[in-house]
């Protein structure tokens, strides 16, 4: 699964330094090692993303690097800096210039701000790779599904609602979508989802290790795979394995998305 880290719910809404770590501490670190427990899940960031503004001007790469008052330098507050300069370090990266685009006539919340949200940010990267929202704690972002207008194919008339999941703290899973899966010699996780967008064609995903990859369920072919193309034995794979097992992929397709 690919999540994407919400650079716009980071915008110097916190009081002080103090107050951002707590957050972290208390809603962000959880979601995030909630995240990482499976290793088929993969973090996207902005590649700016550090810029984000904290709190008092100061953006995310300043405050983990002020050293503040020495009662302040607590065991707590030293390991949530390390995990936060491990995610800001960690790759994948996503840039506004590269890959295809999706056209987004509406977001229906977070305004005004989201009236002017550049037209390639991590919302419409959700979109494009079906992912989750991962935001800081923020008030226009205490909610578990944001929705979007998209113009399907440019056109104005074929709108289509997309409703992205949003994640701010671990409680989030007590409702998670349901996931039909199959593993594939202990390594491959194919997933047929509950939670999708009208946006794609049906589906499946496969992922291994670093790899997902996402196939069309009328014929196998590969529909769109993440940042690195998976090595040729992975499309080998899938391909025979898809063709022993067609019926449980279109029946789990048909019991999740009968109505579309």
Known sequence: MNYFI????????????????????????????????????IIWKKDTFW?????????????????????????????????????????????????????????????????????????????????????????NYKQEKLETIVCINGKKENEKAIILDNIYSKEWWNSEPVVKTWRLEEKYLVEVRSNEFAYHPPHFHVSCNEFEAVFKLSDGQVYKYGKESPPPKFFQTIKIWYKENYRLLSEAWKEFHSNN
Request: glycine residues 4%; hydrophobic residues 35%; charged residues 35%.
């Open 6 to 41: 919400n650079e716009h719910s980071l915008r110097e809404q916190f009081k002080d330094i103090e107050e951002f770590w707590e957050s972290v501490r208390k809603y962000t670190l959880p979601a995030l090692k909630k995240i990482e427990s499976k290793n088929e899940n």
């Open 51 to 139: 810029q984000a503004k904290v709190c008092n001007g100061m953006n995310l790469i300043e405050v983990l690097s002020y050293n503040g008052k020495k009662n302040e330098r607590t065991a707590i507050i030293l390991a949530l800096k390390a995990k936060m300069r491990k995610l800001l370090n960690q790759e994948p990266y996503w840039h506004e210039i590269e890959g295809e685009k999706v056209e987004v006539c509406e977001y229906k919340f977070d305004k005004p701000y989201s009236e002017s949200l550049p037209e390639v940010n991590c919302f419409t990267k959700a979109i494009l790779y079906e992912g989750r929202l991962l935001s800081f704690l923020h008030e």
